[in-house]
C-alpha cells in the first residue's frame, strides 16, 4: 500500500520569505515522490521529482524539494516566495511496484503582498 | 496534440442523467488516468490504461462509472444515472509509460455538476 499526507490545508507567507509545504508518505519499498501544483481552473502542473539520487531535487519556477529517507518526507521548498506562487500544491508518491501514483490532498499556498 | 484535451470544460446534468466526459492525451503516451478532485478530497484514482492491457478499474466507485479507451488513444468516462455526490472535477493524465522516470501530464479537466 501507499500513502501521502499533506498536513497542513493551508499555508500563509509573506512575499520574499521562505516557503515550505509539506509532504510525507508511506511505500513499500523504494518510493517515487512528484510535486505539482494547480493553479484556478487549471490542470495540475509537474513542478519535480524525485526517482534516485541526490536527495535535493530543484525544479520549476524556482522550487526545490527534499528528499529525506529516514523522516519519510519531500518538503517543498523555494527561498524566497512570490504572489504569483499562490496556488494548490499536490505531492504524489507511487511504489517501484505500482503504476498509479497517489495523490495527497493538496495544500494551499497564499502568499501575502 | 500539444497537451492533454478533455472536454467539455463544464457540464451540468440534472439527477439521474447520463454524462460522457472525454480526453485525448497527449500522442505517444500508453498510459491513462482519471482522477476525480472533490473540495477537500484530493485526487481520487478512478481507472487507469495502459497500451492494450486490461484497464485497472479499482478506483471506480460504483458500477454507474466506466470508462474505455478506444485504439491506445481516446478515452471516455461515462457516469449513468448521475447523482449530486458525482458533482466534481474529472481530471485525466497521460504517461508516455509506465516507467517510473515518467510524470503525467493532466488535462484541464471537467467540472460536472449535478443538480
Known amino acids: 500500500a501507499q500513502s501521502v499526507a499533506q498536513p497542513e490545508d493551508q499555508v500563509n507567507v509573506a512575499e520574499g520569505n521562505p516557503l515550505t509545504v509539506k509532504c510525507t508518505y508511506s511505500?513499500?519499498?523504494?518510493?517515487?515522490l512528484f510535486w505539482y501544483v494547480q493553479y484556478p481552473n487549471r490542470g495540475l502542473q509537474f513542478l519535480l521529482k524525485?526517482?534516485?539520487?541526490?536527495?535535493l531535487v530543484k525544479g520549476s519556477y524556482g522550487f526545490e524539494a527534499e528528499f529525506n529517507k529516514s523522516q519519510t518526507s519531500f518538503h517543498l521548498k523555494k527561498p524566497s516566495a512570490l504572489v504569483s506562487d499562490s496556488a494548490l500544491y499536490f505531492c504524489?508518491?507511487?511504489?517501484?511496484?505500482?503504476?498509479?501514483?497517489?495523490f495527497g490532498r493538496g495544500t494551499s499556498l497564499i502568499v501575502h503582498p | 496534440g500539444a497537451g492533454v484535451s478533455q472536454s467539455p470544460s463544464n457540464k451540468v446534468t440534472e439527477k439521474g442523467k447520463d454524462v460522457e466526459l472525454r480526453c485525448d492525451p497527449i500522442?505517444?503516451?500508453?498510459?491513462l488516468y482519471w482522477y476525480r478532485q472533490s473540495l477537500g478530497q484530493g485526487l481520487e484514482f478512478l481507472i487507469y490504461?495502459?497500451?492494450?492491457?486490461?484497464?485497472?478499474k479499482s478506483g471506480l466507485p460504483s458500477d454507474r462509472f466506466s470508462a474505455e479507451r478506444t485504439g491506445g488513444s481516446v478515452s471516455t468516462l461515462t457516469i449513468q444515472r448521475t447523482q449530486q455526490e458525482d458533482s466534481a472535477v474529472y481530471l485525466c493524465?497521460?504517461?508516455?509509460?509506465?516507467?517510473?522516470?515518467?510524470?503525467?501530464?493532466f488535462g484541464s479537466g471537467t467540472r460536472l455538476t449535478v443538480v
Open positions: 524525485y526517482i534516485t539520487g541526490d536527495n
Open positions: 504524489a508518491v507511487k511504489s517501484g511496484g505500482s503504476y498509479i501514483p497517489t
Open positions: 493524465a497521460s504517461s508516455i509509460g509506465q516507467s517510473e522516470g515518467y510524470g503525467y501530464t
Open positions: 511505500v513499500s519499498g523504494n518510493p517515487y
Open positions: 500522442s505517444g503516451h500508453t498510459a
Open positions: 490504461f495502459q497500451g492494450n492491457s486490461a484497464p485497472d
